[in-house]
């Protein structure tokens, strides 16, 4: 089935290390998104990437960055993970013109 | 500024009885405004959407362009329903990315 993909679904790490979430996509979607979900506090747009070339900043940059690949693939990446960036991570995808995100099963990352 | 506020973190309800999840939204242009839902341990899934104005899993929600509110309601809960409702704006000049309130928790007891 076409699907969203991400990995790994759980991740411990320790602070200061540089860890990286994939996110790869089957839908032929041409819109990416990644977001952190925090209780309380609901979903916090990272950054999202409408194609290949077009990158943007979500309202929580700092200490992210993310590299999309090739369509159908884009990564988040901590350069070094600090433990206030435990949390829920998703990502999502959506085409253009459309009206709905198809959503991954999320990774949950720890910071030790 | 967009806004999307759900002023409950967590609603809780006995089954049968009638349910009202609050979502309120700023935002300058015509709004474009979905419900999603996340069950336990599951990946979030779009509910509904204003402009179709169906009714899924009994759940209808009515865009208040005055009252600047999206209201999620079911006449009567069902404890299936406990879940995460997420209520999302759609930024449309922005590429249509969306913003997120911060969630209501409906706990349906039996």
């Known amino acids: 089935d076409a699907d969203v993909t991400q990995t790994p679904r759980n991740r411990i790490t320790k602070t200061g290390k540089r860890i990286m979430l994939e996110c790869s996509q089957t839908?032929?979607?041409?819109?990416m998104y990644w977001y952190r979900q925090d209780p309380g506090l609901g979903l916090r747009l990272i950054y999202y990437?409408?194609?290949?070339?077009?990158?943007n900043k979500g309202e929580i940059s700092d200490g992210y960055s993310v590299s999309r690949q090739a369509q159908a693939k884009f990564s988040l990446s901590l350069e070094s993970a600090i433990p206030n960036q435990t949390a829920l991570y998703f990502c999502?995808?959506?085409?253009?013109?459309?009206?709905?995100?198809?959503f991954g099963s999320g990774t949950r990352l720890t910071v030790v | 500024a967009q806004r999307v506020t759900q002023p409950e973190k967590l609603l809780s309800v006995f089954k049968g009885a009638p349910v009202e999840l609050k979502c309120n939204y700023s935002y300058s242009g015509s709004p474009e405004l979905f419900w999603y839902v996340q069950y336990s341990r599951q990946r979030l899934q779009l509910l509904l959407r204003h402009i179709s104005r169906e009714s899924i899993k009994g759940f209808t929600a009515d865009l208040n362009k005055g009252e600047t509110s999206f209201h999620l309601k079911k006449p009567f809960a069902q404890e299936e329903d406990s879940a995460m409702y997420y209520c999302a704006l759609k930024v449309r000049n922005q590429g249509g990315k969306l913003i997120f309130g911060q969630g209501t928790e409906l706990s349906v007891k039996p």
């Open positions: 999502a995808t959506s085409a253009a013109g459309g009206y709905g995100y198809t």
């Open positions: 839908k032929g979607h041409d819109r």
């Open positions: 990437s409408f194609d290949v070339k077009d990158i």
